[in-house]
């Protein structure tokens, strides 16, 4: 996994970055005109589900711990919205903070209890602690609603067509995917890189190796937690399957996928993921299957994910 | 400043340090010297808190404070950096990423990137290159870097010119006597005994486990009997 790693940390010129990075946004931008409002909705899925992938990404990528409980932080946010909205009768802008401080309180008590592990420990500790969260949230029907979830219309009407929200969900994903960019390329962040090469080691210089592991896996759900009050706004529904094991999988997938330890890989990874699950189930009901060979064909053939692979290729034909 | 008095350590049951004391004062350059397994990586990770080994005896005091028994980080916090064996530097982060790690560019007091980068030229060269890709010789100008961006107050160097060649090890050891010029407190572990007789003012001798001789490096010099006995190198 480290030789993956080293090599998908590989980085282009930040020119060649910067280029890329305003051609896509210019291509998402032009995109909605013209597509229909199907299709509209597909590209906002993915752009919440790259962000929520990136937050992964932070942990698995740069710290090095890979969290199979991001799905139970995501989804906490999303409850939270929907029930304090369509419920308690809540204004949004506050219902959205308080979800992204109840995702993020979710995502402390994890890392107090995960940080201490590694490999599959913390896999387990993390999706034993989802498992907790999504039963909860199918137990507690009183506030949850229980298997029947909370519906709720919670998006305000001024963005409440598919272009409008997708625009919102666009300048949202930017400046989240921004301070995602800047956070692990901060000397915070470069630290959590240096933790997952070599814990002992950033010991050794002496660094609190825990308390920065807390602070990298609060940050990492604060992220999935907006991540999720976006969703609670895509989907105006919310049930026990959002904050399941098969959503943090999902989530650790397209990071793989996209190519883990790139961050924007995420972005590529939830590209890839939800483009085949909305398209090809629709000529044929066995789309798992073909997700599920594309996940082996990644794992065999390109290991380091899409953009891992690309920076590979790209480094060596500089070499 | 740095005073280690009687100091046992273990790795599990096995007696390491068997009541190490030695003092490194302001400024001051001090080489630790010794052959292979006579307890100065113990030594020197004991002083910085790290595990294994574990101090059970003996005490540690840093400007009069007792930092024995503290956490890395807390020690490393009091101004005292590391230069730990074998450089352990990180293959996939850059030189720059490597001092950015421990210290803002914003920051513009102490030792700053532009700084390091002026008094090892060789490393603003290499800035964008990965740990990876450095030659020997600037991984330990990179690891004795990422040390002094620290702005420590005392360094722990072990055995920094290890695996280097003769004129790197020369290099280096120019750039630890410029440092102890500026009123750095080293404390040097070497193997190399001519390296550390040229840099240092004062010198102690461990064997198993315990400082067996001390003295400045002038009287080393004169009597090399003592290097004769200790670390059976022939005057």
Redesign the interface.
């Known amino acids: 996994m480290s030789s993956v790693l080293s090599s998908a940390v590989r980085r282009s010129s930040p020119r060649a970055t910067f280029a890329w990075l305003a051609g896509t946004l210019a291509l998402l931008a032009i995109l909605p005109a013209y597509l229909p409002t199907y299709h509209v909705s597909v590209l906002t899925q993915i752009l919440i589900f790259g962000v929520f992938a990136m937050s992964i990404d932070i942990l698995a990528g740069y710290a090095g711990r890979t969290s199979l409980g991001h799905g139970a932080i995501f989804g906490t946010a999303t409850y939270v919205v929907l029930y304090f909205v369509s419920t308690s009768g809540m204004p949004l802008y506050f219902a959205i903070p308080l979800a992204v401080l109840a995702a993020t309180l979710v995502a402390a008590v994890f890392a107090v209890l995960a940080i201490r592990t590694t490999g599959v420990y913390f896999l387990l500790l993390t999706l034993a602690l989802g498992m907790i969260v999504w039963g909860i949230c199918l137990r507690w029907s009183v506030v949850t609603g229980g298997e029947n979830g909370i519906r709720g219309d919670v998006r305000p009407a001024v963005i409440g067509d598919s272009r409008s929200f997708y625009y919102v969900t666009l300048i949202c994903c930017t400046a989240l995917t921004y301070a995602m960019v800047r956070f692990i390329n901060s000397p915070f962040g470069l630290t959590l890189s240096g933790i997952r090469d070599s814990a002992g080691r950033m010991r050794s210089l002496g660094y609190d190796v825990s308390m920065h592991l807390f602070i990298g896996f609060v940050m990492s759900g604060f992220f999935a937690g907006l991540a999720g009050a976006l969703y609670a706004m895509f989907n105006n529904f919310v049930s026990p399957s959002t904050v399941a094991l098969t959503q943090s999988v999902t989530g650790l997938l397209m990071a793989i996928v996209g190519g883990v330890g790139t961050l924007f890989g995420a972005l590529i990874g939830s590209f890839v993921m939800i483009t085949l699950e909305n398209f090809v189930s629709y000529y044929t009901q066995r789309w798992p299957t073909v997700l599920g060979l594309v996940f082996i064909f990644t794992m065999i053939f390109a290991p380091a994910g899409v953009l891992g692979t690309i920076r590979a290729l790209r480094a060596r034909r500089g070499n | 400043m740095l005073e280690v008095k009687d100091l046992h350590s273990y790795y599990g049951d096995a007696h390491v340090l068997h009541g190490a004391t030695l003092e490194v004062n302001k400024g001051e350059i001090v080489a630790l010297l010794g052959r292979n397994g006579m307890g100065k990586t113990t030594l020197i ?1 004991s002083i ?1 808190g ?1 595990t294994p080994p574990t101090v059970r005896a003996g005490e540690v005091k840093w400007n009069g404070e007792t930092i024995s028994g503290l ?3 807390e ?3 009091r101004r ?3 230069v ?1 064996q074998g450089r ?1 530097l ?4 850059t030189v720059t ?1 490597h001092l ?5 560019p914003r920051v513009k007091e102490g030792w700053t990137i532009e700084r390091i980068f002026d008094a090892f030229k060789r490393l603003g060269e290499r800035r964008n290159h990965r740990g ?1 890709q450095l030659s020997g010789g600037e991984r330990g100008m990179l690891a004795v870097a ?1 040390a002094l961006i ?1 702005d420590p107050d005392l360094i722990l160097m072990d055995e920094p010119s290890e695996g280097l060649a003769p004129v790197m090890v020369q290099r280096l050891e120019e750039v630890i006597i410029d440092l102890g010029k500026t009123g750095l407190g080293i404390l040097l572990v070497e193997q190399n005994l001519y390296s550390a007789l040229d840099a240092a003012s004062r010198v102690y001798i461990m064997e198993t486990g315990k400082v067996v001789h001390s003295g400045t490096t002038a009287a080393l010099k004169a009597d090399m009997s003592v290097v004769e006995k200790f670390l059976g190198v022939h005057g």
């Open positions: 990770r910085m790290l956490k890395p980080h020690i490393a916090s005292i950096a590391i730990p352990r990180f293959s996939s982060l990423e950015t790690m421990l210290k803002s990876s990422r620290q």
